[in-house]
């Protein structure tokens, strides 16, 4: 059984007996609440899935966790693209409260994947300004 700080995470397969689960809300799915669609503020990443760049993607989503963690971004959503139309698509949205999503980064605009360091400058100055970057906002010699 995985252990971290007196929390108990059971595997799948380690329940003493399926019994147990019924009555156990925790276990009810009937019970569980379905995340908010489009929880604000929060980053959608399109990526053209022939491309291959869903590795770029997931990273980019780490980073951006990494810098503005929970309440800042509620959630990153990762979305796979496949047709002709969306061929060679890498964009980051930004969507806040009361708005539709902003587009913070368009791989064809932009001539290129982003720069964490700018997408990061980008994100903050919208759900976190005045927020130090450390490194990343030291100008480039």
């Excluded at 799948?12 to 669609?37: A, H």
Aim: proline share 11%.
């Amino acid at each position: 059984m995985a252990e971290s700080v007196g929390i108990s995470c059971p595997l799948p397969g380690e329940q003493d007996n399926v019994e147990q689960t019924k009555g156990n809300p925790t276990l009810d799915s009937s019970t569980f609440i379905p995340p908010v669609p489009l929880a604000s503020p929060s980053i959608i990443i399109e990526f053209c899935d022939r491309c291959r760049w869903l590795h770029r993607a997931t990273w980019v989503s780490t980073e951006l966790f990494l810098t503005f963690p929970p309440p800042a971004l509620k959630a990153i959503s990762i979305i796979p693209l496949n047709s002709e139309e969306t061929g060679g698509r890498f964009r980051v949205w930004l969507n806040l409260e009361g708005g539709p999503p902003q587009l913070m980064w368009d791989r064809k605009i932009e001539g290129g994947f982003p720069e964490l360091k700018g997408l990061k400058q980008r994100i903050r100055d919208y759900v976190q300004p005045g927020k130090s970057l450390g490194h990343s906002d030291k100008k480039s010699e």
